[in-house]
């Protein structure tokens, strides 16, 4: 039973990942450079920002929460293409909606 989770996952996994890069490649296909150069600001920022968080949760949490985020950071990082592709369609869908808004 282990053993089909695991491959099921795996499966679920991979196919997360083929369908993630199919969206990234529609977004950069169909996207605007400013609309590209925007989410990519915004990726940046959250990932600093994200970072300064994690330090100082580090800093004040206690031991046991900070292995489960440890585990929660690895698998994050494991998917990190998904995450990213995932984070970029929801920027561009979001300044997309917002300019449509601002036209009407």
């Known amino acids: 039973m ?3 989770a695991t491959k099921k996952a795996e499966q679920l996994t991979d196919q997360l ?3 993630a890069a199919h969206a990234a490649q529609l977004v ?3 996207a605007p450079g400013p609309v590209l150069d925007k989410a990519a600001q915004a990726a940046a920022q959250v990932r600093e920002t994200t970072s300064r968080a994690g330090h100082l949760a580090s800093e004040k ?3 046991p929460l900070v292995d489960q985020a440890g585990r929660a950071a690895a ?3 494991a998917n990190r293409t998904a995450l990213l592709t995932f984070g970029a369609v929801v920027v561009v ?4 909606r917002r300019s449509r808004d601002r036209r009407h």
């Open 2 to 4: 282990k053993e089909q």
């Open 17 to 19: 990942r083929e369908t």
């Open 28 to 30: 950069k296909d169909r």
């Open 61 to 63: 949490a206690p031991g």
């Open 75 to 77: 698998a994050a990082r």
């Open 93 to 96: 869908f979001a300044l997309i």
